[in-house]
């Protein structure tokens, strides 16, 4: 009884956030809402069967229509692509921090937020990739109503149908293409009139939904797992993927690379650099948990921990984190050059007592303050200078 009042209020707050209703007042003091004047017309109309029909809403007697395997198919691998990208996709990896531009040459890297982007499941790699696609979408002369729109008809179109592009305005065009080339929607060709919207674009708005397993016998491996880790640091993958082989050449040296076996070694040095980069311990260890190989769950340190990984793999790696923590930089500003002990005693005592004191040495009669306390620290020093002390 009680989870269920508290999914009602949960419900109800939500509705009051999107503006659907207000919370209003009946005779009598009773609590009640008022639905939008807006929403309220439009669900009339919806449910007296009134309105425009949406623009997709006619199917194209194609003469080859696609399987549905097929469409599946052709999502993983615009999903999975790492060549070839537009300059366009690149601007939203970097408007969305997952990848910057290195300062030197300008090249594109990955991110500890690109890294923990790449831990999420398909379906929440493509929501999000698509909110940082809207949040952006009016940069390039494109209307958002209108694409949020085209997407909610999308998630509700069927799979394997396909849809005429005919009547659409020359930036629903453009959104097409660009949904095409993020796998969400099939077009053989730019100027063909009709498309297939794949499973990532019938699921985009359901975040319940559950993304089958589709592909051929390699992808099915790598979605169960692909990765094993030896007790020696070495690294076996077993994929063909050039994206999962760069992922790893991230945190690992690689040393062999077969046609479907990638082999390299976890070492001080290449994890460092991952490190440098921004991606973390815990990120390292938990995309080799994520992918490892299930003939690793039998091992006997997988059923003794809670872990995939061996133990030691996983404190090493930790360890080399913490080596880089050892210390902790801190901007400040310091105070030298006390005529007299008293005076150092008394600031350093004040910048004590509001918390902004970082290090002092009263021998050498020096103190440091941080950045934002140096100015109530310094008009401090100004009033007892005043007095004379």
Known sequence: MFPRIGEQTLATLCLTELNVWRVAAIPGGLPAWELNSTFSKNLKIALLGGGRPWSMSTFVDGPKPKEVSFLDQYAISKNRENEG???????????????????????????????????????????????????????????????????????????????????????????????????????????????????????????????????????????????????????????????????????????????????????????????????????????????????????????????????????QIKLWENERNRFVYTEGVVYNQFLSQADFITLRDYAQSINVLVWQSERNRTMVVTKNGHDDVKKFWKRYSKNGG
């Open 85 to 315: 990208i537009s300059p366009d996709a690149v601007r939203i990896l970097l408007h969305a921090n997952l990848m910057r531009r290195d300062e030197r040459d300008g090249t594109p890297s990955i991110t500890r937020q690109g890294f923990q982007f790449l831990l999420l499941d398909t379906q929440a790699q493509v929501w999000h990739f698509m909110l940082q696609y809207l949040d952006t979408c009016e940069e390039r002369g494109l209307n958002l109503p209108e694409c949020l729109s085209m997407l909610f008809q999308l998630s509700f179109s069927t799979l394997g149908r396909d849809y005429s592009s005919e009547g659409m305005s020359a930036g629903m065009l453009t959104f097409l293409q660009h949904l095409r080339e993020f796998g969400l929607v099939y077009q053989r060709k730019r100027k063909e009139g009709r498309f297939y919207p794949t499973r990532l674009a019938l699921n985009i708005t359901n975040k319940n939904a559950v993304v089958h397993s589709v592909g051929n016998e390699d992808d099915k491996v790598e979605e169960s797992g692909y990765i094993v880790v030896e007790t020696n640091f070495r690294v076996y993958a077993y994929t063909d993927s050039n994206l999962q082989v760069a992922l790893l050449g991230l945190f690992t040296e690689l040393l062999y690379r077969f046609p479907n076996l990638v082999v390299g070694v976890l070492t001080r040095d290449s994890v460092r650099q991952a490190l440098k980069g921004g991606i973390t311990a815990e990120q390292i260890v938990s995309y080799l948990e994520q992918y490892a190989h299930p003939n690793m769950i039998n091992t006997e340190s997988a059923v003794k921990s809670k872990s995939l990984l061996p133990p030691t793999i996983v404190d």
